[in-house]
Structures are given as C-alpha cells and as structure tokens.
C-alpha cells in the first residue's frame, strides 16, 4: 500500500482547485463564442457552454477545436477567450481558494515539491500569477504548451515529474476540481489523484472519473500528505 508521506510532488491546478475565478471561464468563453458568431441565445449557445462546463480543465484551444469545427475559426473564438480573460484577471475576478497559499507552503516546507498546472495558454497562466502575487509560491509551473497535450492527457503531469526529477509516478499527488484532472493523474500513474469541491465538477462526477480521495478544499492537501 502507498504510504501517503512518500509523496514527493504535488500537481496542482489552478482555475477552480487553488484559484477562485468568480465564474471568469464561462464570461469569457461567452465573449469568445460571440465573437465567432454564435447565437447569444438559444439550444446552439446552451449546448456550447454545457460543452465547456463538462470539459473544464482540458486546453481551451482543444475545447473550441470540437466545438467550431476549424482551425480558423478555433484559433479566433481562443483569442477572444484569453484576451477576455486575461481582462477579467486585470480587473480583480481572481484570487486564492482560501487556504491555498499556505497549503502550498507547508507542502514545500515538507519536503513535497509542487507544480502548478493550467488549461490555459503560457501568457495567461503568467498573467495570473502576476496578478495574485504568486510568481515563485511553487517550484514549477506549467501550461499545455510545456508539455505537449493538455488534459485529459497525462502529459503535464508526467513533463512535471520529469522537470522535478521524481523518481517514480507513484510518489505523485494530482489534485483538481474537474473530471478531466481525475483521468490526467490516472493516466499518468499517480497514486493519489484527489478531487476538490471548489470548482466546476461535483463529488458525484470526480469520483466518477476515479478520483482515489475527495477534498472539501485544496487547504486539506497537506494533511493527506504529510499525515506521518
């Protein structure tokens, strides 16, 4: 059985796991959805922003790839999407789950290193960390492009423990508040991959994609993993 104090690096998201964003993703996939001429009303707009809602935390240019049907159109409906939010980020709609910070901490001050991990493209991730003062609370910080694939993919989980230099995928904690973090961290082989309940997916839907533990909130992190 793995003990949960050999732990040696925790994935963190940030939208919805250790950033609250005041609802900023759907705002701004609104403004991207009409600025690629979608309905702002009616089935076509309610299906498109359920489809956002289920596949929170996967790479956003993914998500409008699906839902527009072409390049062209997903590139522009992206640009749209990063520059509302990015304003939202300018205009104060972000700050920290409570606790998150010092959940941080004590997990680096115990020896676990963490990766902060986005859906989001490099510049917004950057423009968030800036924004909340955040720019060296982790040891790494990534965003699909690091890696390769976004979630659903295992790929940033697994490019984290390779820029950790972690020795093992079983000594990885995953942590999120979507369906799509559950199976990145299962499919990267890690042995806690924990749902919290401060963002868009419930309990019913986190332990549905497999989630080994389920979190009130990221501030519990610590106590999972340095118990011993």
Known sequence: MQDNSDIALAVLDMAGTTVADDG???AAFDDAATAVGLPVAGPERDNAR????DTMGQSKIVVFRALFGSERKAAEANAAFESAYERYVDEGALEPIPGAEEAI????AGGVKVALTTGFSRSTQHRILTALDWTEVADLVLAP???????PYPDLVLT??????VDDVRRVAVVGDTAS???SGLRAGASIV???????????ALREAGATHILDTI???????LSA
Not at 50 to 53: G, S, T
Not at 160 to 165: F, H
Request: no cysteine; charged share 25%.
């Open 219 to 225: 501030a519990e992190l610590p106590d999972l993993l």
């Open 105 to 108: 901490a004590k997990l680096r």
């Open 181 to 183: 973090d559950i199976t």
């Open 50 to 53: 359920r489809y956002v809602l």
């Open 160 to 165: 984290a423990l390779l820029r950790a230099e």
């Open 24 to 26: 900023a993703v759907i």
């Open 145 to 151: 492009a690091d890696a390769g694939r976004g979630r």
């Open 194 to 204: 924990a749902g919290t309940l401060t963002g868009a997916h419930n309990a019913q």
